[in-house]
């Protein structure tokens, strides 16, 4: 799956596409938007680059465990604050 032929699709569109048919390409399209800004904030407070995508990775799982179980309206400000609360 290209994720650039999916630019046009809303973040919500994404998840809501997830929810419907559990299809987990349709979250990592919307977490590999936002890698780039979560291991930046990891960086920002963990210092090593190691430890801030070792974080990256956490905060992946735990995004897609509260996906199944909560309605996101803000995702970007959402993963970011699960990030800094890391």
Partial sequence: MQTN???????????DR???????QWLGIVLQRYTLLLLGVC????????????AVQQV???????LQKYEVAYVKSWLYTIARNY
């Fill in 60 to 66: 992946f799982l735990k995004s897609i465990a509260e």
């Fill in 18 to 24: 997830f929810r419907q048919d559990g299809n987990n």
């Fill in 43 to 54: 960086m920002k407070y963990l210092k090593n680059e190691e430890a801030a995508k070792d």
């Fill in 5 to 15: 032929s999916y630019q046009h699709i809303s973040d919500q569109e994404l998840l």
